[in-house]
């Protein structure tokens, strides 16, 4: 085992690893994702030949000071787990390439940022940052760097694109108020979260929003759904939980690039929730809450 060169254990629902890691000296590759690790449970420090660590969709609030010592590592994912600032340990990995962050809860970027002098790829999509630092512009060899889902400005927006060439910066145009997004204009609007914004009806100013992938209106008091929704075409997602909704148009079935639709909290009838399911075979359409929390509603996630 000990001249293992690389491991894969994602998907395990692992807890905790054994302390016989620290004997994979040789170990280059380790991936971990899809477990319930909050922590290694052995010195990450003795792994020093490791160059790819996969970490995504684990429950790490911060990452260990032993990752200093990893100076062969290249590339690093801990997507989707539960850090809420940067982690600082990876500031001291210059010869980075790849760093995946993204879904995670981090607010700032540090100006030190401008360290990791080898960077091509950062992936920050989907956190809550709301600005760079300057600095950021000194990643000279930086070829991608992915920003949607964070809660950006237009002004911001404005700022970051003018500091890279064009098509390095992705990210999707995210709007958390109808005003905003209808000056913006349709194309450029992918993603609309109107959550808890006391609505009594569904916006007409929507269906204008040609572009938009995803639509969240949960938590409102919407009582209808207007036929001409079949405009949003390229809607991906659509949150319409806890409104008082008792029937949907049936022009929603031709919304045919529809993958999530959530429809919990509302005042279906069995029949109607029959119905619904019968017509939309190729979407995922959710009535319960989730069934490994009895207490957790979809628009909690």
Known sequence: ?????????????????????ENLLRLKTLTLSGNKLEEFGFDIALLTRLEWLQMNDNLFKELPQGITALHHLLEIEFADNKLEEFPTPLLALTQLEMINLSGNQIKTIPDDIARMENLRVLNLQDNLI????????????????????????????????????????????????????????????????????????????????????????GNNAIVKVPPQIH???????????????????AELVELTQLKWLNLVGNEFSDKEKQKIRALFTETEVIFEV????????????
Do not use: C
């Open 231 to 249: 405009r949003l075409n390229q809607l991906h997602k659509l949150d319409l939980s806890h409104n008082k909704l008792r029937d949907l148009p």
């Open 130 to 217: 709301t600005k760079l630092p300057a600095s950021i512009a000194k990643l000279t060899k930086l070829q991608e760097l992915k920003l949607e889902g964070n809660h950006f400005s237009d002004e911001e927006i404005k700022k970051i694109t003018s500091l890279f060439p064009e098509n390095m910066v992705k990210w999707q145009r995210v709007y958390t108020s109808l005003a905003s997004a209808l000056q913006a204009g349709a194309q450029k609007v992918d993603k609309l979260f109107l959550n808890h914004h006391g609505l009594t009806s569904f916006p007409a100013d929507i269906l204008e929003l040609f572009h938009l992938q995803e639509l969240w209106l």
């Open 290 to 301: 989730l069934p490994d929390n009895p207490n957790k509603k979809i628009d909690d996630i």
């Open 1 to 21: 085992m000990t001249s293992l060169l690389e491991i894969d254990l994602g998907h395990n629902l692992l807890r905790l690893l054994p302390k016989t890691f």
